[in-house]
């Protein structure tokens, strides 16, 4: 079988996408999205980014429909807004896709409501995110929520007495949390959606190693980690090919509900989009169940029962 590209996107004509995060992995979703006719937002926290991303995709694509919203992950109120502006503007949403992220920033931070910036935005923004936005799926045609998990969970942990990293920050196990964390709401959003019948299909995505600004962004321009961005470049897969698996969950006839796709070759670090392989972490539905009742009460946010 022939390896799946962005060519196959079916016809996206009539369907509303929300895609978290400007640039990189975010900017590349969003451009194939408008390319097949999509109606897309992109919600990130930088206007001038915002901005900047819009004029970019309408400059290759001149009949593209999209606009920016802006969006703080990192700020409950901020979600909440969002969301009643959403909810006051549209009467479905067919397509959300929990991409933005924060990686490794060498010393812990916190969240406006407190988190560590990791978890609060990586994942628990986009709980939230997802709660506020779910009457608009639910009334959505054939909705979908993609959210976007690393090759960086399979080492990750779920530390229930000490999610925030208090007691200790170590940047990259807190990312791997994160992650962990994103890849097991995906899978238990789907066994609710089910068991409820809100209708939509839950998938999760990661990228691989991809050339996006995240490492710089999060470690610093002179961190290591940047380095091995900015020097060994050749290394990491282009932005938009890393962005293949989230756009074959978010569009292809055959991404199932409960799936998880990356890339194919090397490890899953590059290549076409395939199945990828669940951490055996991922798959204890119990601390799954947990987490989302964890989430809920951290963010006083619940997802609504009708």
């Known amino acids: 079988m022939a390896p799946w590209t962005a060519a196959q996107i079916p016809s996206q004509h009539g369907r509303r996408a929300l895609v978290t995060g400007t640039g990189g992995l975010g900017f590349q979703t969003a451009l194939a999205l408008a390319g097949a006719g999509a109606e897309v937002v992109i919600a990130g926290r930088n206007p001038a980014k915002g901005a900047a991303a819009v004029d970019q995709i309408r400059q290759a694509l001149p009949a593209a429909n999209v606009a920016f919203e802006a969006l703080d992950l990192a700020r409950l109120e901020s979600i909440h807004e969002f969301g009643e502006r959403l909810r006051a503007r549209h009467a479905g949403l067919d397509l959300l896709v929990n991409n933005a992220a924060v990686m490794t920033p060498p010393t812990r931070q916190l969240t406006e409501d407190g988190f560590e910036l990791q978890l609060g935005t990586n994942y628990l923004g986009h709980y939230a995110l997802t709660a506020h936005l779910l009457p608009l799926l639910r009334t959505g045609t ?17 530390q229930f007495d000490d999610l925030q990293s208090a007691r200790g920050y170590a940047p990259m196990a807190a990312y791997g949390q994160s992650k962990l964390a994103c890849l097991m709401f995906a899978f238990e959003l789907q066994r609710r959606s089910a068991a409820a019948g809100w209708g939509l299909r839950s998938i999760a995505a990661h990228p691989g190693i991809s050339r996006t600004d995240l490492l710089p962004n999060g470690a610093g321009a002179r961190s290591a980690q940047a380095m091995a961005r900015k020097y060994l470049w050749f290394l990491f897969q282009p932005a938009a090919q890393g962005a293949l698996p989230t756009l ?9 509900g409960g799936g998880y796709y990356g890339p194919a070759r090397l490890g899953e670090t590059r290549g076409a989009p ?16 947990r987490l989302w009742l964890e989430s809920a009460r951290l963010t006083a946010t619940a997802f609504p029962s009708t």
């Open 274 to 289: 395939a199945r990828a392989k669940v951490p055996a972490q991922a798959l204890d539905a119990d601390a799954a169940a």
């Open 142 to 158: 054939d909705p979908r929520v993609v959210t976007l998990s690393s090759i960086a969970a399979r080492d990750g942990a779920l």
């Open 248 to 256: 074959y969950a978010a569009t292809a006839p055959l991404a199932e």
